[in-house]
C-alpha cells in the first residue's frame, strides 16, 4: 500500500491528470476524414482552441505519468515488482515523446497550418508540403507514444495480477486497454491516422482514462 503523502499525491495526480486529458480531447477537433491532409489542415487553421487543446492534453498526460510512476516506486519487493519496474521504464519513454508530440503537434503543425492557409497562390503548393512532413513526423511520434503506452499499461496490469493492491478487474482493465492501445500504434505506423485506426484506439484510449479515473479513487480512498 502507498504511504498516506504518496497515495494522495498519486491519486491527485491521476484524477486531475485524467479531467486535464478529458478537457482537451474534447476540445480538440476531429476531421471527418483524420488521414485527408487537406481536410485536416483546414479545419485545424480555423480552430482557436487548437494550442490550448493540446497544452492541455500536454499537462494530463505529465500527471497521469507522473501517477503511474508513483505507483511502481511504492511496488519494489512485492510478487509484481519486476513487471512494475518494466512498466515505470515505459512510462518514462512515454514522458518524453508525450512531450514531443504536444511541440510538434499542437505548436509546429499550427504554425506550419497557419502559414499554408494564409500563403498565395503561387507558394501555397509548397506551404502545405511543409505542413505535410510536420503531420508525418506527428504520425511517426503518435504511432512509437501509442505502442509505448499500451505496452507499459499492460505491464502494470500484469504486475497488478501478481499481487492484492487493487481488484483483479482493475488489472484487466490495464489489459485491455493497454494490448488495444498498442495494437493502434502499430497500425498507424503503417496506415497513419486511417479509420481502422481510429476504430481501435478510439475505445482503447478511453479504457486507458476509465483505468486511470478508477485507480485514482481507489488510492485516495486507500489513503483515507
Known sequence: MLPRDDSRAAAACAIAGTGL????????PVPEEPNNAVIAFAQYATDRLWVTSHLLQMA?????????????????????????????????GCLATAVALQAVDGIALRSAVNAWSAA????????????????QI?????????????????LYGLAM????????????????GGIGTAIAGIVMAYSGFSDLEMMISMPANSVLMLWMLIMGVLIWRSGE
Open 120 to 135: 498565395p497562390a503561387a507558394t501555397k503548393t509548397a506551404a502545405f508540403y511543409a505542413a505535410f512532413a510536420i503531420r
Open 21 to 28: 486529458l478529458v478537457v482537451g480531447t474534447y476540445l480538440h
Open 161 to 176: 495480477l501478481r499481487e492484492d493492491s487493487f481488484p483483479k478487474w482493475v488489472a484487466a482493465l490495464a489489459e485491455v
Open 138 to 154: 506527428e504520425v511517426g511520434i503518435a504511432s512509437v507514444l501509442n505502442i509505448l503506452l499500451g505496452v507499459a499499461a499492460a
Open 60 to 92: 494530463g498526460m505529465v500527471l497521469v505519468l507522473a501517477s503511474l510512476i508513483l505507483i511502481a516506486g511504492t511496488h519494489e519487493r512485492g510478487p509484481g515488482a519486476v513487471y512494475y519496474r518494466l512498466g515505470a521504464a515505459g512510462v518514462m
